[in-house]
């Protein structure tokens, strides 16, 4: 794997940084807190996503950053013949091949990734990345620990679970096992319950036999006695009908005669009302010319009080146009009045929107100035405490104390640290001076503002008061236009009512109209007698042809009663002879239905005979089946018994086999490493480190001598798990690891690290020491700038001195 290139967007403290890689060593040189490591972290979030970051992705978005600002990594590498180029954010990732898009999304980026380099995350970090606690993490570890710590960076871990999932299925293979040979049950009990099955259903079956020759008979003598019955109720039946159609006759003859007598007792009282009325001619002979008089008298009367109302709305209408003729003289000339009041008002609401805006302008600056402020004292006062509380913890350790970010004891650096950490307090101070000086200023709103807002407020009442005077005119307009309309219309109305008043008829007499209702008042009773007896006289002729039919009806249903007793006769029907064959057939019917029961109950008692043999057979079959299913488990369970004994014995033979290849591996970066001094480096069975001088163990060696074994230790576990990856070694990540090492041994691990470019063509140190400048080909430097709260990257390359360049070359 080697990388090509690296961007990072608002990724925690770094706004918008670049890195170009190239071969050989490059350098990351900057202060502890400056944000040289969180380029490590960004390259591994760009392949793996969230599982190689630090706390949740909210935290990854830079502090400074506007809330929609973007959040993104871009990462160019090459591995083997392709290029790849991965974009990932806290949302979206895109994954491109040799140019070509491959992956879109989140979870399909990662997966492809991890496929290519054929690592997961954690074997990423323990091939590429070494960092300066892990260099001696198995001089700390027992020796159970140091072969477990081994076996996980490996992938031996996986065979360790495969193991435990095998001996879970073979301890419940055994469960189920022991579980079913429990619920197996004797043999000999089968074979009796087949026995007892057998004899209970043999006499269930000649029991059923017996019991369906009975209901044959039973039936046979039913078959006989059902004709009998059926005729007899045939009979009843029919006797029933031809009775009830006899009284239903007879009531039909009542009917028919008291009708015929009521129809015979009207008819007479028509006859006498004709007679009542021929008296009644003479005294009513003047009604309908008095009613004819009497009409045209309330005719005339109706015509005298529309004349009034129409005389009274006349006069009301005289008395409206006189007011609106009035009311129109005072609104003369309000139309050039209004369209001068509209003219100032619309040129006031020009004025109106033209101050709105430059009071908006004004209180917009006012409050961005006065937030801008705000936040940046906020984020001065955190990177306040952030630095104070690295300079009293600095101070508490004292110079030969651990350092809290390189955990090595400063020593001489030790006041060039607390220069460095007071010059940025100096800074944060400075600034956050300013900005509380900016804050106080910013309380009020300014002048310019309040002016700008005065202006407006003027120009808004004049607004208000002239748009007050344009809508009163507005509305005096509006009614004279109603005004003119009414006028015009009242006008017209007066007219109309003019002309029917001339129309209108006269003539009417209220004394002679009194008279005609008094003298017809007296006649009303007589009237209202002759009309009932002339409703009665009326429906003398309908009597007549009504008892015509009556009597007809009469004698039809009488007959129809003689015709009916007769056949009920002569149907010869007897109650006695009717209830004996009842019961006869009753008898015959429930001799039928207790055989038919029986039948049931021997067809019950044989079904259950037959379950039971079904039921024997069928737990004979199962116990068969459990055993079968018994020896099945038996033999996957000594299967699995035999993969854990295999796994047990592939797991030693692995363990026997690591020691010497990493001890291989390990002799031959050595070598490379101290120039043949120290040529071979031995594991012994507790993975302690043996360092052999022409191949004479050292019992004691140099704490320099102690890294670099343990360096070369850490290069071959690499090495190791780059080979079974099936990925070569080309890149090297060494994250502070010069913590212990005095600059002497400084360089030569650098000239060491130079010396190996054939295995290694691509290295990336990342320290806060500048003294390792020396033997860099490339150096990057890493400064946090409090002013803008964000970190700021340079290649300091161009800058290298003169043997720095003589080195590099």
Known sequence: MELHRLRLVNFRQHADTELEFGPGITGIVGPNGSGKTTLLEALAWAIYGAQAVRGDKDSIRRLGAKGRAPVEVELEFRLGAHEYRVTRGLSTAALHQDGQLVANSLKAVTDKLERTLGMTHDEFFNTYFTGQKELAVMAALGKTERAAFLSRVLGYERLREAQERVREVRNALAAEVRGLEAGLPDPAVPAEERRAAGERLTAAQRAAQGAEATRRAAAEALAREQPRWSEWMARRERTLSLDGERRMAEQAVIAARQEFQRLDRELADALLAREQLKHLEAELAPVTRLKQELAGLERLQREVAARQAEEAQLEELTRAAAALERRLAELEGVPERLARAVAEATALEERLQAAERVAAEQRTAWVRDRQYAETRRTELLKQYEEVKEQRDQIVQLGPEGTCPTCKRPLGAEYESVLAILDRQLEVITGDGRYFRHRLEQLAQPPAKLKEAEGAREGVLEESRRASAHAGELRAQAEERARATLELAAARGRAHDLERRLRARPGGYDPARHDALRAELAKLEPVALERAALE????????????????????????????????????????????KQAKERYDRAMGALREAELAVVESRGVLNRAEDDVREVARRERERAERGRQIAELKARQRLHNELDRSFSDLRGELNARMRPEIAELASGFLADLTDGRYDELELTEDYTVTVLEDGVPKPVISGGEEDLANLVLRLAISQMIAERAGQPLTLLVLDEIFGSLDENRRRQVIGLLRRLADRFPQVVLITHIEQVREGLDRVIRVEYDAARGMSVVRDDTAVLGATDAGVAA
Do not use: D, I, K, M
Request: charged residues 40%.
């Open 535 to 578: 409703e009665r006289a009326r429906r003398a002729e309908s009597f007549v042809r009504e008892a015509t039919r009556a009597e007809q009806q009469l004698s039809v249903s009488e007959r129809r009663v003689r015709e009916l007793t007769e056949a009920v006769q002569a149907e010869g029907f007897s109650e006695a002879e009717y």
